[in-house]
C-alpha cells in the first residue's frame, strides 16, 4: 500500500491546474499487477478538464488492460498538504463500467502511513451498469 500511495504522490506532481489550483494524483492497480498513474489536467475550457482518475483508468484500457483492484487517490490544493479526496461523481461513473463493485477498493490517502479504504459499491450504490441496457 506505501508502494502505491508513493506512487499517486508522485503522480499528483505532474497534476495541470493553473485554474483551480486544485492537484489530484491517482495510482491505479490492474489484477495483473501493473500500476497506472494519473492526474488532472484541466483546460480554459473547463468542461474539457480529465480528472486524475479517468486519466489513469483511459491509460490503462488504452493499453489494453480492463481488470482492476483498486485505485489510491491522493489529493489537495496546491501548496497545501493532500486531505482526503473522494472522486467526483463522473469518474465513480467511469470505475463502475470495469470494476467489480463488490471487491474494487477506493483509497483514499493523506501520506504513505494515512488513508481510508472504501469499496466501489460503498460510493456508488444502486449504480447504472451496462446489464442495464
Ligand atoms: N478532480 C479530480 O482530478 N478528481 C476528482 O475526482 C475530483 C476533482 C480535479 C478536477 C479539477 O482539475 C480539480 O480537481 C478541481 O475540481
Do not use: W
Not at 506505501?2 to 499517486?8: F, G
Not at 499487477?33 to 480529465?50: D, K, L, V
Not at 497545501?80 to 469518474?91: H, L, N, V
Not at 488513508?115 to 459499491?121: N, Q, T
Request: hydrophobic share 35%.
Amino acid at each position: 500500500m506505501e508502494e502505491l500511495i508513493a506512487k499517486a504522490i508522485d503522480a499528483r506532481e505532474k497534476a495541470y491546474t493553473p485554474y483551480s489550483h486544485f492537484k489530484v494524483g491517482v495510482c491505479l492497480k490492474a489484477k495483473n499487477g501493473e500500476t497506472f498513474q494519473g492526474c488532472n489536467i484541466e483546460n480554459s475550457s473547463y468542461p474539457a478538464t480529465n480528472c486524475a482518475e479517468r486519466t489513469a483508468i483511459f491509460k490503462a484500457v488504452s493499453e489494453g488492460i480492463t481488470d482492476f483492484s483498486c485505485i489510491v487517490i491522493v489529493g489537495g490544493r496546491e501548496n497545501e498538504k493532500p486531505d482526503f479526496c473522494p472522486p467526483c461523481g463522473i469518474c465513480r461513473q467511469v470505475m463502475a463500467e470495469f470494476c467489480d463493485p463488490e471487491t474494487f477498493q477506493i483509497i483514499l490517502a493523506k501520506s504513505e502511513k494515512e488513508y481510508k479504504m472504501y469499496l466501489l459499491k460503498e460510493l456508488l450504490p444502486l449504480s447504472f451498469v451496462g446489464d442495464l441496457l
